[in-house]
Nanobody
Framework: QVQLVESGGGLVQPGGSLRLSCAASGFTFSGYAMSWYRQAPGKERALVAAISSTGVTANYADSVMDRFTISRDNTKNTVYLQMIGLKPEDTAVYYC?????????????WGQGTQVTVSS
């Protein structure tokens, strides 16, 4: 079965850095784009970054542009989110996501999330 397991979250001071990892299994990882979303308290889950199946193309939310970098290692079935210059507004639960085509429609799969807290 499809599984996504996030790790790497924690408490960091403003301006600090964290690297999140998402270990994927249950599907052909190298064939799919992967994404990171985040959900802050009281807010909707929002796209943070996405990366193509090959890792050649990446897209970012404006709020994290030039601070976050998404990457992947298709030999390890893992996608990463390197975060630098963290701000308090980056505080959220970060989720790994993949959209898979099942029968004739797409379905979203999510990990359980990893908490990132940016606070002094």
């Amino acid at each position: 079965q499809v599984q996504l397991v996030e790790s790497g979250g924690g408490l960091v001071q403003p301006g600090g850095s964290l690297r999140l990892s998402c270990a994927a299994s249950g599907f052909t990882f190298s064939g799919y784009a992967m994404s990171w979303y985040r959900q802050a308290p009281g807010k909707e889950r929002a796209l943070v970054a996405a990366i193509s199946s090959t890792g050649v193309t990446a897209n970012y939310a404006d709020s994290v542009m030039d601070r976050f970098t998404i990457s992947r290692d298709n030999t390890k079935n893992t996608v990463y989110l390197q975060m630098i210059g963290l701000k308090p507004e980056d505080t959220a639960v970060y989720y790994c996501n993949v959209r898979l085509l099942l029968v004739d429609s797409f379905r979203n799969y999510w990990g359980q999330g990893t908490q990132v807290t940016v606070s002094s």
